[in-house]
């Protein structure tokens, strides 16, 4: 097989204010309250977890990369045939500043793709720097990723640069960049910008789409899911209220304060803690009954691994599968054409066991069954 050259570089920073509930990572002020807070540097794992998948091809690739965390590391740890370019700049934390220069000399080395780990902030860097006719495809690793730039998971990442290095014909087109004010995100206000395209290859299956919004649901069928959830809640059973507005229907129908874009936690129709991080979450139903009501990103169709990293595998897993709750209006699950509900979570066998077909409430007494997949 003839020599693949791919480039690579990770915003080691991505999604780091994920669990611990500071919904986003950019600016350097978050980053350390998140480090403060305990939060992992998640990144890194997520490209590992694509080279893994790509250990058969390794006679086949070659790397170019940044040095260290943002490349160099995982590549080495994994006995990838690597080259660096450039230096890290002498900041304790990598910075967007980083990620553009080095993306510039990573691209300058003649590289067939550019793949590049993080979220939307990310995203916004490689656009700002990159040559229009490049190649490129993101792995998501953000905890907002409204651009239409990234694989679903790790594994359509490796699927789609294994088809290109085997050169199957894939078709190429522009995706969009989008990204929010993070400030206002805290505030619970998204307000979505769009910053430009990157070229990219088009796998449907394995390409995320564009998330959708703006559009109003109708008022009615949200109503009607609080009203059946709120008849089957248990006053003993702590529920664990993932973000959105179909989820926000409920608290609404129940006089409660809502966080929109973080996680609460209620028992017994009562408040008892909101905009929980992962560690309060886990420290809150340990050795009590618990339910999850989450619902899914509109037009993407994620249920998990997207702006709720609070609800993390741990989570799930002290939860139980047989606890979880989806919600959704049918014209939610309508506008995913037929694709599957989607769960990327950092823990593969996790994936796989949320895998396969869910019901999800769409109304009093009424669900459908909907296909996972990861």
């Not at 693949?4 to 309250?33: H, M, Q, T, Y």
């Not at 660096?84 to 000399?105: I, K, N």
């Not at 009607?224 to 209220?241: G, K, R």
Request: hydrophobic letters at 40%; aromatic letters at 4%.
């Amino acid at each position: 097989m003839k020599l693949f050259r791919i480039g690579l570089i990770i915003n080691p920073l991505a999604g780091i204010g994920g669990a611990v509930g500071l919904k986003g990572s950019d600016g350097e002020v978050v980053v350390r309250e998140a480090l403060a807070l305990g939060a992992e540097k998640r990144a890194p794992v997520r490209v590992q977890q694509v080279l893994q998948r790509l250990e058969p091809y390794k006679e086949a690739l070659q790397i170019v990369t940044a040095p260290g965390e943002m490349g160099a590391d995982v590549c080495q740890a994994l006995g990838f045939d690597y080259s660096e370019v450039g230096q890290l700049s002498e900041h304790t934390l990598t910075t967007a500043a980083d990620t553009e220069r080095l993306t510039q000399e990573i691209v300058a080395a003649n590289v067939k793709v550019l793949v590049f780990a993080g979220g939307d902030g990310t995203a916004r860097n490689i656009v700002n720097v990159i040559p229009k006719d490049q190649l490129c495809l993101g792995i998501p690793a953000g905890v907002k990723i409204h651009s239409g730039v990234y694989a679903v998971n790790v594994h359509g990442a490796a699927e789609i640069i294994e088809q290109l290095l085997k050169g199957e014909l894939v078709s190429v087109a522009e995706g969009e960049v989008r990204d929010i004010d993070e400030e206002a995100f805290r505030h619970g206000v998204v307000q979505a910008k769009y910053y430009g395209e990157l070229l990219i290859p088009v796998e449907h299956r394995y390409l995320q789409h564009v998330k959708c919004g703006g559009r109003e649901i109708e008022e009615l069928v949200l109503q009607d899911i609080a009203e059946y959830l709120i008849e089957q809640m248990d006053e003993d059973t702590v529920y664990v209220m993932g973000p959105g507005t179909t989820t926000r229907a409920v608290m609404d129908a129940l006089g409660l304060e809502n966080t929109l874009l973080g996680v609460d936690l209620i028992q017994a129709k009562q408040v008892l803690a909101n905009d929980v991080t992962e560690q309060q979450i886990l420290d809150c139903i340990h050795g009590k009954s618990a339910k999850m009501i989450v619902t899914l990103i509109g037009g993407q169709g994620h249920i998990f691994g997207r702006g709720n990293h609070q609800i993390s595998p741990k989570v799930i897993r002290q939860i139980g599968l047989e606890n979880i709750v989806v919600i959704s209006p049918k014209s939610k699950l309508q506008e995913l054409e037929g694709r599957p509900l989607l769960v990327d979570t950092y823990d593969e066998a996790l994936n796989e066991s949320l895998s396969g077909l869910i019901e999800v409430i769409t109304g009093y007494e009424d669900r459908v069954a909907y296909r996972v997949a990861f």
